[in-house]
């Protein structure tokens, strides 16, 4: 519980991180763009309103001190004008007509040509415009700079923002784990008090059952032994979740054979269903092993089919089945019944919840699925619960083990 409360800790103060600095660089990156663009712009306004004078013929591309620009404008004669600094080659007249329609079709006084890789600026009257082009391959390569940058910088920030935030997790949840223990300690004190007296109640009560003649004496022991049973039932549900909550260790575990395990707790659940008026039938595969604690793994199986039993009506039929589902088995328990809501497929297993209340005074208290759950997690598996028209169903996954 606590190492979950811990990884929310973390998760939601990095996904806190991760939008402010996705926020943070992408403004950079919006406002780097714009201003490059900006810049270009009054540039090539610059280089349309001097028409860059005539070219020399003795400059090659790549000397010192070019300007990748240069402006198209129609003559008086309507013959097509390219002047430059020689970094484009401007003799080659059906290129330079290219780019000028392509510039004319698109409109509007500045623009982009992507597929030749130049941003466009127009001035002058319409009828004798004047076009400046300048290359964006070196707008393109600082962006890419930028973005390897702010990429570089926020994995930075990121890893040292997560080391922070596990750091501080064990801060803040220190109050919370040790209330915790202190409440798990509690539990596992007061119930290991109240099993010895309830102990000596039920034998008491047995004995006392078995003296009385009067039918009115037995119906107050039976209803004795009935309480004390239900208590001790309860007793020992909080035994198993504080022993549960004090995570065992790992190495307790080892290889168990669930086909096996879930046929022999079918077994005495049979003659039960049968007395209650229910059909129980089993689909079980065979072969199939998991890693784990064999008690506990069996108290998941009675636990998923004694809730059956109570929540099934008379006359219903309640389906076991264990199957294979890649690299996990699924054990489920469907049967008909009131379907749950969203709402309590999720509260269904927290401790002491009853989607039935009146469930109580049948000896549910609501830990049965709480206590499953707790199994289940700890075997590295998930269990939830499914509800449809024809009733509701408990899934458990668990992983199996390497052939």
């Given at each position: 519980m606590i190492r979950r409360l811990r990884l929310k800790f973390v998760l939601m103060n990095m996904a806190f991180v991760t939008a402010l600095l996705a926020a943070v660089f992408s403004l950079v990156l919006h406002t780097t763009r714009n201003e490059l663009a900006q810049a270009g712009l009054r540039a090539l306004e610059?280089?349309?309103?001097?028409?860059?004078?005539?070219?020399?013929?003795?400059?090659?591309?790549g000397e010192p001190g070019r300007v990748p620009c240069f402006v198209l404008r129609t003559g008086p004669r309507g013959e097509l004008i390219a002047a430059?600094?020689?970094?484009?080659?401007?003799?080659?007249?059906?290129?330079?007509?290219?780019?000028?329609?392509?510039?004319?079709?698109?409109?509007?006084?500045?623009?982009?040509?992507?597929?030749?890789?130049?941003?466009?600026?127009?001035?002058?009257?319409?009828?004798r415009p004047v076009l400046a082009f300048v290359d964006l391959s070196g707008e393109r390569q600082t962006m890419a700079a930028l973005a390897r940058t702010?990429?570089?910088?926020?994995?930075?920030?990121?890893?040292?923002?997560?080391?922070?935030?596990?750091?501080?997790?064990?801060?803040?949840?220190?109050?919370?784990?040790?209330?915790w223990e202190q409440q798990r300690q509690f539990v596992a004190d007061a119930s290991h008090e109240l099993k010895t007296p309830l102990t000596v109640i039920l034998t008491n009560a047995e004995l006392l059952r078995e003296g009385?003649?009067?039918?009115?004496?037995?119906?107050?022991?039976?209803?004795?032994?009935?309480?004390?049973?239900?208590?001790?039932?309860?007793?020992?549900?909080?035994l198993e979740l504080a022993r549960g909550d004090a995570c065992p260790a790992a190495g307790a575990m080892e290889p168990v054979d669930l086909s096996r395990l879930v046929q022999e707790a079918?077994?005495?659940?049979?003659?039960?269903?049968?007395?209650?008026?229910?059909?129980?039938?089993?689909?079980i595969r065979e072969g199939?092993?998991?890693?784990?604690?064999?008690?506990?793994?069996?108290?998941?199986?009675?636990?998923?089919?004694?809730?059956?039993?109570?929540y099934t009506p008379s006359g219903g039929r309640v389906t076991l089945e264990l199957t294979r589902s890649g690299r996990s088995c699924l054990l489920s328990v469907a049967g008909p019944g009131t379907p749950l809501t969203r709402q309590q497929r999720q509260d269904v297993f927290k401790r002491f919840y009853r989607a039935d209340p009146a469930r109580s005074?049948?000896?549910?208290?609501?830990?049965?699925?709480?206590?499953?759950?707790?199994?289940?997690?700890?075997?590295?598996?998930?269990i939830?619960?499914?509800?449809?028209p024809e009733g509701n169903r408990f899934t458990v996954r668990l992983p199996l083990m390497r052939e």
């Open positions: 610059q280089a349309a309103l001097e028409h860059l004078g005539p070219v020399r013929p003795d400059r090659r591309p430059g600094d020689g970094y484009y080659d401007l003799t080659d007249e059906d290129w330079l007509l290219t780019l000028l329609a392509t510039a004319q079709e698109q409109g509007g006084r500045e623009g982009v040509l992507e597929d030749y890789g130049l941003r466009f600026c127009r001035s002058g009257p319409p009828e702010c990429l570089l910088a926020g994995s930075a920030a990121f890893l040292g923002f997560l080391a922070v935030s596990v750091l501080l997790s064990r801060w803040a949840v220190r109050p919370v784990a040790r209330a009385t003649a009067g039918a009115e004496e037995r119906r107050f022991t039976d209803n004795i032994l009935t309480m004390a049973r239900q208590m001790r039932a309860l007793v020992e549900s909080l079918v077994l005495p659940f049979e003659p039960v269903f049968f007395e209650a008026g229910l059909t129980l039938s089993a689909e199939l092993r998991v890693r784990g604690v064999e008690g506990q793994l069996r108290q998941v199986a009675e636990i998923l089919l004694d809730n059956a039993r109570k005074r049948e000896g549910s208290w609501g830990l049965g699925l709480s206590l499953a759950r707790e199994t289940v997690s700890r075997h590295g598996g998930k939830w619960a499914d509800s449809g």
